[in-house]
Nanobody, 116 residues
Framework: QVQLVESGGGLVQAGGSLRLSCAAS????????MGWYRQAPGKQRELVAT???????NYADSVKGRFTISRDNAKSTVYLQMNNLKPEDTAVYYC??????????WGQGIQVTVSS
């Protein structure tokens, strides 16, 4: 029922930037906690950043100072601004929504590749 569609991924050189977007439907977006996760080949999915309904944010240590998560409730969209990208950031990035009634929902994932 909840649909999450990611966009904005691609290939970038180390040191470059990308902005991921995740558009949500089928949910009252303002009530969702939102997050970005990523999964690299051979590794388990890991949390990258989260943002609560009130706007409080948290980041994985590996991306602190480089990535910024934000949300636009009017557009039902969460963003992940990624700056100073490193090859180790290469992964499939997944948008996540958590709702007290609807539980966890996931996007299909979008590839981010950072070349050295």
């Amino acid at each position: 029922q909840v649909q999450l569609v990611e966009s904005g991924g691609g290939l970038v050189q180390a040191g470059g930037s990308l902005r991921l977007s995740c558009a949500a439907s089928g949910t009252i977006f303002s009530l969702n906690a939102m997050g970005w996760y990523r999964q690299a080949p051979g590794k388990q999915r890991e949390l990258v950043a989260t943002i609560t309904s009130s706007g409080s944010t948290n980041y994985a240590d590996s991306v602190k100072g480089r990535f910024t998560i934000s949300r636009d409730n009017a557009k039902s969209t969460v963003y992940l601004q990624m700056n100073n990208l490193k090859p180790e950031d290469t992964a499939v990035y997944y948008c996540n929504a958590n709702h007290i009634l609807q539980g966890d929902s996931w996007g299909q994932g979008i590839q981010v590749t950072v070349s050295s």
